[in-house]
T-cell receptor
Framework: TQLLEQSPQFLSIQEGENLTVYCNSSSVFSSLQWYRQEPGEGPVLLVTVVTGGEVKKLKRLTFQFGDARKDSSLHITAAQPGDTGLYLCAGARGSQGNLIFGKGTKLSVKP | KAGVTQTPRYLIKTRGQQVTLSCSPISGHRSVSWYQQTPGQGLQFLFEYFSETQRNKGNFPGRFSGRQFSNSRSEMNVSTLELGDSALYLC?????????????FGPGTRLTVL
């Protein structure tokens, strides 16, 4: 059973388009983290959201945590080829223990 | 601050052999976690070490083991390798004082079992 479902699995868009990636669960998390992973590298932490309803912005990326702290979304405005990569959401339960990862959304932005 | 380092970056082994992977966490980080990443299953948690003790364990067979040294460096060992063990093995470190369990990953070791 996958505790964190990400959608879509794959996304191929043209430069300049907007997109949204979703991360859903039936479980409550104390925090949710978004990572981006490029080929041959480890995931890099983009943001952590901790409060239900919280919205965080990182340049053209907007992250939202659901009110019930069970889901999250990542919206990219005017995507650029440099945004290409695997986007992973990960849920944490408390300050210790393992993160639970979604399977990721593979984004390709074509010039 | 230097990031998490993992050695080796690439490894090719044959079935039945054993392998040891190494991870050096960010300076000051005392928690080290290991994950296996495959295209089909994504990132799956193997185990976490804190202050030389295994604090958390995922659902992997006993062929997968690890340890942590007093300087927080960690190793993981896989014995009797199987073809299905081919994967990217990621190490992540985190600070024990962090309240959000944010983890910082190394570049991984790509293990291929032939």
């Amino acid at each position: 059973t996958q505790l964190l479902e990400q959608s879509p699995q794959f996304l191929s868009i043209q430069e300049g388009e907007n997109l949204t990636v979703y991360c859903n669960s039936s479980s409550v998390f104390s925090s949710l983290q978004w990572y981006r992973q490029e080929p041959g590298e480890g995931p890099v932490l983009l943001v952590t959201v901790v409060t239900g309803g919280e919205v965080k912005k990182l340049k053209r990326l907007t992250f939202q945590f659901g009110d019930a702290r069970k889901d999250s979304s990542l919206h990219i405005t005017a995507a650029q080829p440099g945004d290409t990569g695997l986007y992973l959401c990960a849920g944490a339960r408390g300050s210790q223990g393992n993160l639970i990862f979604g399977k990721g959304t593979k984004l390709s932005v074509k010039p | 601050k230097a990031g998490v380092t993992q050695t080796p970056r690439y490894l090719i082994k044959t079935r039945g052999q054993q392998v040891t992977l190494s991870c050096s966490p960010i300076s000051g980080h005392r928690s080290v976690s290991w994950y296996q990443q495959t295209p089909g299953q994504g990132l799956q948690f193997l185990f976490e070490y804190f202050s030389e003790t295994q604090r958390n364990k995922g659902n992997f067979p006993g062929r997968f083991s690890g340890r942590q040294f007093s300087n927080s460096r960690s190793e993981m060992n896989v014995s009797t390798l199987e073809l299905g063990d081919s994967a990217l093995y990621l190490c992540a470190s985190s600070t024990s004082s962090g309240i959000y369990n944010e983890q910082f990953f190394g570049p991984g070791t790509r293990l291929t079992v032939l």
